[in-house]
């Protein structure tokens, strides 16, 4: 079946380490996203990307880094220089105009200990 | 930045009613579309509605959208207790470069 998967579903990181979370589509969706969502709240997006090797930044990319070598994969950095990044992650692809809506991974939540 | 705002915040409901859900946003769209989310889940796309289209209808779902108003409603009908999730609205900016901008969402909760 064709989808999106995030790994891991939860992720606990301690102060001051980098953690990546993983994103894959076999949809073969030209764009990707990463979505921030706190408790209660609605999504802000972290960075994109339309095609391989290119991306831009959201509208809160600080404290993260993100990749895109292959156009099924997009991974997510969490840097130590994000200060507050207890937070449900939501990654996302479509096709180029997405006239048919992005289809969404299942979340990771991650949690600073 | 958000886009969409939604009205109400929260609804409660009656299973067999219809709920209505709102949106205001600020800027041109080329689209505005309604996702679901489940508790702890990712979000699933109901309907997306252009810019040139005033109302929209899919199963239970009624989308309108007023561009002079910039602002959409989605009235889910006869409304099941498996429709409680939050609904969120998002929109396509003419100026955004291929992005969608998700609003707040409104927490619907149908009680059998």
């Known amino acids: 079946d064709g989808g999106i998967t995030q790994s891991p579903k939860y992720l606990f990181r301690k102060e001051g380490q980098n953690v990546t979370l993983s994103c894959e589509q076999n949809l073969n969706h030209d764009a990707m996203y990463w979505y921030r969502q706190d408790p209660g709240q609605g999504l802000r997006l972290i960075y994109y990307s339309q095609i391989v090797n290119d991306f831009q930044k959201g509208d809160i990319a600080e404290g993260y880094s993100v990749s895109r070598e292959k156009k099924e994969s997009f991974p997510l950095t969490v840097t130590s220089a994000q200060k507050n990044p207890t937070a449900f992650y939501l990654c996302?692809?479509?096709?180029?105009?997405?006239?048919?809506?992005?289809?969404f991974g299942s979340g990771t939540r991650l949690t600073v200990v | 930045s958000q886009q969409g705002e939604e009205d109400p915040q929260a609804l409660s409901i009656q299973e067999g009613e219809n709920a209505t859900m709102n949106c205001s946003y600020k800027?041109?769209?080329?689209?505005l579309q309604w996702y679901r989310q489940n508790s702890g889940r990712g979000l699933v796309h109901l309907i997306l509605i252009r810019s040139n289209e005033r109302e929209k209808h899919s199963g239970r779902l009624r989308v309108t959208l007023d561009t002079s108003k910039k602002s959409s409603s989605l009235l889910i009908t006869a409304s099941r207790a498996a429709d409680t999730a939050s609904y969120f609205c998002a929109t396509d900016e003419e100026t955004s470069g291929s992005r969608l901008t998700f609003g707040e969402g409104t927490q619907l909760t149908v009680n059998p």
């Open positions: 800027t041109s769209i080329n689209n």
């Open positions: 996302a692809s479509s096709i180029a105009n997405f006239y048919y809506g992005y289809t």
